[in-house]
């Protein structure tokens, strides 16, 4: 599952966080992606058999959804890098385009409440 909507389907109202707290979010959202990535990647080394990690979304994602000052300064104070983050974390990155583009009106929401 997507880490921002385990998040957001927690009971955090996105919509009614100040600057601050939509910053220490995007932080926390962060820390949590790498963990829960850090957790399946761990595991799958431990398989006797070739095995797959699929992420949903990138850490390099949170980026898109801040300003790019709160970005640096989620980096700098976590002493995080951005180069290493996009060009090393991850061993393919597959960029989709989203069945909606040109077909808006048989998108919906109504299959995630985080984003209603």
């Known amino acids: 599952a997507e880490t921002a909507t385990i998040l957001l389907n927690g009971g955090i109202s996105f919509a009614s ?3 601050e707290q939509r910053l220490e979010f995007q932080e926390n959202l962060l820390k949590t992606m790498f963990q829960i990535e850090d957790t399946y990647f761990s595991l799958a ?15 390099m994602d949170c980026s898109a959804y801040l300003p790019r000052q709160d970005w640096e300064k989620i980096l700098e104070k ?3 890098n951005e180069v290493d983050i996009r060009d090393n974390r991850y061993s393919q990155v597959i960029h989709l385009v989203t069945a909606a583009r040109g077909a808006e009106e048989h998108y919906t929401k109504s299959n995630n409440k985080a984003r209603s």
């Open 45 to 59: 080394t431990t398989q006797n058999r070739n095995c797959l990690v699929i992420c949903d979304r990138g850490a």
């Open 17 to 19: 966080l100040t600057e």
């Open 78 to 80: 976590n002493n995080l």
